[in-house]
């Protein structure tokens, strides 16, 4: 199975500030991944797909880079309702691998 | 409006069974990919099982031989029935529907709309 490494597992921040998170694959998965944001209680929410390609009604203060193993979430501008886990998926087959969770919490 | 509504979970009892069930609507199951996907309480998430609209079926080595994916689409629903549970098979369980990703060759399947999560608890 492809190895998926997120990290930070938590990261504290405030209204406004730029975040990044970032995912490691265990060997090339080209631009085979996607983010998703999850709220306690919800479903998870597709942000991005093809490791930039934002979602159509997802906010343009989220975006995604990279490729082949080491990929970015970006959210900029941090807003309340962005305090969330945020979690990598890479997708080449069925059985896809997550990364373990990003929790962003308010400072 | 697209939505998927898990039920089903409970507490059940290690070598019990259990069927989960995914109500769909705004969609057609059977038109789309479908997956499982399970997340143990303070465990990342892990693939569970998955449908492919040609009638392909796929599971985790972790499930393969105890569960088993269906879909019926007159009631527009996706199941789970897992046999020989285990206390490691605890998790809230999500259902999602998938769509293709292509490229010129190939087409990735990305989990695209997911439901809340139905709990499952194996405990004696």
């Known amino acids: 199975d492809i190895q998926m490494t997120q990290s930070p597992s938590t990261l504290s921040a405030s209204v406004g500030d730029r975040v990044t998170i970032t995912c490691r694959a265990s060997?090339?998965?080209?631009?085979?991944l996607a983010w998703y944001q999850q709220k306690p209680g919800k479903a998870p929410k597709l942000l991005i797909h093809r490791a930039s390609s934002l979602e159509s009604g997802v906010s343009s203060r989220f975006s995604g880079s990279g490729s082949g193993t080491e990929f970015t979430l970006t959210i900029r501008n941090l807003q309340p309702d962005d305090f969330a886990t945020y979690f990598c998926h890479q997708y080449t087959s069925h059985s896809g691998t997550f990364g373990q969770g990003t929790q962003v919490e308010i400072k | 409006e697209l939505q998927l509504v898990e039920s089903g979970g409970g507490l059940v009892q290690p070598g019990g069974s259990l069927t989960l069930s995914c109500a769909a609507s705004g969609f057609t199951v059977g038109t789309h990919d479908m997956s499982w996907v399970r997340q143990a309480p303070g465990k990342g998430l892990a693939w569970v099982a998955s449908?492919?609209?040609?009638?392909?079926?796929y599971y985790a080595d972790s499930v393969q031989g105890r569960f088993s994916i269906s879909r019926d689409k007159s009631e527009n629903t996706l199941y789970l029935h897992m046999n020989n549970l285990r206390t490691e098979d605890t998790a809230l369980y999500f259902c999602?529907?998938?769509?293709?990703?292509?490229?010129?060759?190939?087409?990735?399947?990305?989990?695209?709309?997911w439901g809340q999560g139905t709990l499952v608890t194996v405990s004696s």
């Open positions: 999602a529907r998938g769509r293709g990703d292509c490229d010129d060759r190939t087409c990735y399947p990305l989990l695209v709309n």
């Open positions: 449908f492919d609209t040609t009638g392909g079926t």
């Open positions: 060997q090339s998965i080209s631009r085979w």
